[in-house]
Nanobody, 122 residues
Framework: QVQLVESGGGLVQAGGSLRLSCAASGRTFRSYVMGWFRQAPGKEREFVAHITWSGSRTFYADSVKGRFTLSRDNANNTVYLQMNSLKPEDTAVYYC???????????????WGQGTQVTVSS
């Protein structure tokens, strides 16, 4: 079991940057692939990025590729999502999630944080 707590959301102008953090509890953090998802009002939750257990591999949605960077610090049980060149369409609640497999599918993630709001103004 792992508990996840996101932080770092806020209001930023288009073109700006934010760094989201996801702190995990428990000793098994390194056993999980960590992902980020987002959900805008009236839309389904969508995959943003994931990072493998050791952090050696990352995968991004096309919509954020080249602008977002995902990293993890297994010593401190934390995952970071650096978001640059933000656009108004990036506005959403961002969720951190954990799974035991490499996947982009929402329902295959076992544990979820409560979410953090990101708002990008034009």
């Amino acid at each position: 079991q792992v508990q996840l707590v996101e932080s770092g959301g806020g209001l930023v102008q288009a073109g700006g940057s934010l760094r989201l953090s996801c702190a995990a509890s428990g000793r098994t953090f390194r056993s999980y692939v960590m992902g980020w998802f987002r959900q805008a009002p009236g839309k389904e939750r969508e995959f943003v990025a994931h990072i493998t257990w050791s952090g050696s591999r990352t995968f991004y949605a096309d919509s954020v590729k080249g602008r977002f960077t995902l990293s993890r610090d297994n010593a401190n049980n934390t995952v970071y999502l650096q978001m640059n060149s933000l656009k108004p369409e990036d506005t959403a609640v961002y969720y951190c999630a954990a799974t035991s497999r490499i996947t982009t599918v929402v329902r295959e993630y076992e544990f979820w944080g409560q979410g953090t709001q990101v708002t990008v103004s034009s």
